[in-house]
């Protein structure tokens, strides 16, 4: 069970890293090479307030119970 879930976020990260080796490739000497996991399309690094903003908007338009950003780092903790 474990290591299926496991893995399956595993791919999941190695797709995202597909995604923004061709993000470098297509803004070429622009791009901002940060190593951050969650960046813009040109490299920089996505600021908190707008990862928080999207998703408070996101949980406002979906049928599931409202949970503030914050808490989802205890949820992550806790896979179902």
């Not at 600021?47 to 999207?54: D, E, G, K, N, S």
């Amino acid at each position: 069970h474990g290591t299926r879930r496991r893995s399956g976020r595993v791919d999941v990260f190695r797709t995202w890293r597909k995604t923004q080796d061709t993000e470098r490739d297509a803004w070429g000497a622009v791009y901002v090479d940060s190593r951050y996991v969650f960046t813009a399309e040109n490299g920089e690094p996505v600021h908190a307030y707008h990862v928080a903003h999207r998703y408070d908007r996101l949980v406002a338009a979906a049928p599931v119970p409202a949970l503030h950003f914050h808490g989802l780092r205890h949820t992550h903790a806790t896979p179902a």
